[in-house]
Nanobody, 117 residues
Framework: QVQLVESGGGLVQPGGSLRLSCAAS????????MSWYRQFPGKERELVAF????????NYADSAKGRFTISRDNSKNTVYLQMNSLKPEDTAVYYC??????????WGQGTQVTVSS
């Protein structure tokens, strides 16, 4: 019963900020790498950032470096994506992802982020 539920998306002006949340359940959250992906219309999903189980290491796509921050709160089974200095090209559906042992991938339902003036 793995479940990932994203929230926090919406409409924001260029240069603005949003914080996305992904609430996880159905597995031992603290034992897994968590990732954020995004998908532009007509394109494949692309990695935005990931964070290791304890939060000790993170990695970002070049487009996100310096602007986005991934974090997690294992006590709340939640992973976050803080997005600052947003650009119109950040407009996409953002997804939370986890890969379970055995290689089974789980995705959240996605949350729409629109950056426009």
């Amino acid at each position: 019963q793995v479940q990932l539920v994203e929230s926090g998306g919406g409409l924001v002006q260029p240069g603005g900020s949003l914080r996305l949340s992904c609430a996880a359940s159905g597995f031992t959250f603290s034992g897994y790498v968590m990732s954020w992906y995004r998908q532009f219309p007509g394109k494949e999903r692309e990695l935005v950032a990931f964070i290791t189980p304890t939060g000790s290491s993170t990695n970002y796509a070049d487009s996100a470096k310096g602007r986005f921050t991934i974090s997690r709160d294992n006590s709340k089974n939640t992973v976050y994506l803080q997005m600052n200095s947003l650009k119109p090209e950040d407009t996409a559906v953002y997804y939370c992802k986890v890969v379970q042992w055995g290689g089974v991938t789980y995705w959240g339902q996605g949350t729409q982020v629109t950056v426009s003036s």
